[in-house]
T-cell receptor, first 117, second 115 residues
Framework: AQKVTQAQTEISVVEKEDVTLDCVYE???????LFWYKQPPSGELVFLIRRNSFDEQNEISGRYSWNFQKSTSSFNFTITASQVVDSAVYFC??????????????FGSGTKLNVKP | NAGVTQTPKFRVLKTGQSMTLLCAQD?????MYWYRQDPGMGLRLIHY???????AKGEVPDGYNVSRLKKQNFLLGLESAAPSQTSVYFC??????????????FGSGTRLTVV
């Protein structure tokens, strides 16, 4: 079974606080991709990052960082020094690698982040 | 700007009416997808297409039909709208279904309300 769980429905922080969004996934595949997408109030979905299952190195991009741990099947997303513009719904997604079919996405239910000034 | 364009952006339908949502991409992508987004449920795949002239069912295909007559367009039809189809619909495309370097490119969504 393929499943992505984002247990945090909504998080509120004050600007400049650090915040971590949790993502736990389930898959029996050994090769897969993990993604994070941002959905700002305007509604579009914006790609943030892709990781493959063989690369457990943490990644940092500006104020964003991602912690991938296969041992706990987690792919958590941290925003450092949050800003009001970070307010959005964030989706984690899993895509098992297939050699005979397309890579289907399994999305989590999303975490709504509210950053207050 | 290159990307995925969805029309219309908003629509209100009466139960039993029909309509078609249009998705157009200008990136020469082979794969196109229709998702619906409902509160607390993330995005669920309705139908997808792996190339011009092909379509296939996703997780929640009932009540919808699709067509991909041209590579750049993917149409989603509701033959007889029901209140349960009130949702936000997203179209997406990708160059290949096997190698997702940047995930999908999503459209901006269509908010559909069925009353």
């Amino acid at each position: 079974a393929q499943k992505v769980t984002q247990a945090q429905t909504e998080i509120s922080v004050v600007e400049k606080e650090d915040v971590t969004l949790d993502c736990v996934y389930e898959t029996r595949d050994t090769t897969y991709y993990l993604f994070w997408y941002k959905q700002p109030p305007s509604g579009e979905l914006v790609f943030l990052i892709r990781r493959n299952s063989f690369d457990e190195q943490n990644e940092i991009s500006g104020r964003y960082s991602w912690n991938f741990q296969k041992s706990t099947s987690s792919f958590n997303f941290t925003i450092t020094a949050s800003q009001v513009v970070d307010s959005a719904v964030y989706f984690c997604a899993l895509s098992p690698r297939r050699t005979y079919n397309f890579n289907k996405f399994y999305f989590g239910s999303g975490t709504k982040l509210n950053v207050k000034p | 700007n290159a990307g995925v364009t969805q029309t219309p952006k908003f629509r209100v339908l009466k139960t039993g009416q029909s309509m078609t949502l249009l998705c157009a991409q200008d990136m020469n992508h082979e794969y196109m997808y229709w998702y619906r987004q409902d509160p607390g449920m993330g995005l669920r795949l309705i139908h997808y297409s792996v190339g011009e002239g092909t379509t296939a069912k996703g997780e929640v295909p009932d009540g919808y039909n699709v067509s991909r007559l041209k590579k750049q367009n993917f149409l989603l039809g509701l033959e007889s709208a029901a209140p349960s189809q009130t949702s936000v619909y997203f179209c997406a495309s990708s160059y290949s279904g096997r190698t997702l370097t940047d995930g999908y490119t999503f459209g901006s969504g269509t908010r559909l309300t069925v009353v």
